[in-house]
């Protein structure tokens, strides 16, 4: 069984909301999913209701053209409720790989009914999610060319890996493995949060084992077929994975929603945050539940 079997697409009649269905039809089609396009409908019948139904129905239509001669099928549901209340019950309930959803960030699209639900699945939802960055005009290149994938040495952030492996060797996309050295460690001090700088010969040796890591995590990404690349950055890890980003020209970043355990959980939940509200890329993130 596949990675990406079972995949599930809130649409809210926005534009940008329509903006997960290419990345979803790309996915379909090479990995024969079952697609649910799922439209939360504030009312319980009624005309809206009816309005929702037409809706979905239209675009289940569209996306079945475009997955015609592939193992692919694709199925509606019009729900009533909180949009991210539902859209997690429906995730759950069908019991699916990867929830494709579309975010506004700062590509000028106005935010829609779905923007702050986006933020509110994020952080409850233990299933993949695919953050898709709309923007106007919607981009040319799929949203899997290139996936920058950052790893800081934990077996939590090593999560992502495999559902990188499957994804990218199977479309061909380019990979760059990322590890950023931050120049310093924080420390708990009497005041608070200290912070400590790294001394040069330290963060030598701390580039040279990150090299040697990145190598190692790049082999299972070889093998899957994927063509893989690796640097090693020095600065703090959300601007440096942003840089890094727009630099190579990524179009997805990919990395697991937790990194370090314990002390440092909040610190990659910081970073996280940051390259989904900040960044211009897709996110693809994958909850780790990895204890350290």
Known sequence: MGMFE??????DRSRVAEQVLPAVAELAAV???????????????GEEARAC???VGTKADELRVCLGGTGASVKT??????????????????????????????????RRSLGGTVDRVLKQSNIPLLIIRAAEPPPVRSVFSRIAVP?????SSAAILPLVAQLAGTLKSE?????????????????????VPFKERDIEATRAACGEYLRGASAGLTEAGASVSCEVR????????????????????????HGHSKVRVWTMGSVVSRIVHRGAQSVLLVPSLVTE
Request: proline letters at 4%.
């Open 53 to 55: 139904h037409l809706y």
């Open 151 to 155: 790893v800081d040495g934990s077996a």
């Open 77 to 110: 549901a019009v729900v009533p409720g909180m949009a991210d209340q539902e859209i997690l019950r429906c995730a759950e309930a069908g019991r699916v790989d990867l929830i494709v959803m579309s975010s506004h960030g700062q590509s000028g699209v106005r």
């Open 6 to 11: 079972r995949v599930l697409a809130p649409l």
């Open 31 to 45: 990995f024969n999913s079952e697609v649910a396009l799922v439209d939360v409908c504030p009312v319980d019948g």
């Open 175 to 195: 990979v760059v493995l990322l590890r950023v050295i931050e120049p310093g460690r924080q420390v708990r001090t009497i005041g608070g949060i200290g912070y």
């Open 234 to 257: 020095e600065g703090e890890a959300a601007e440096e994975i942003l840089r890094l980003a727009g630099e190579r020209g990524c179009t997805l970043i990919a990395l697991s929603s």
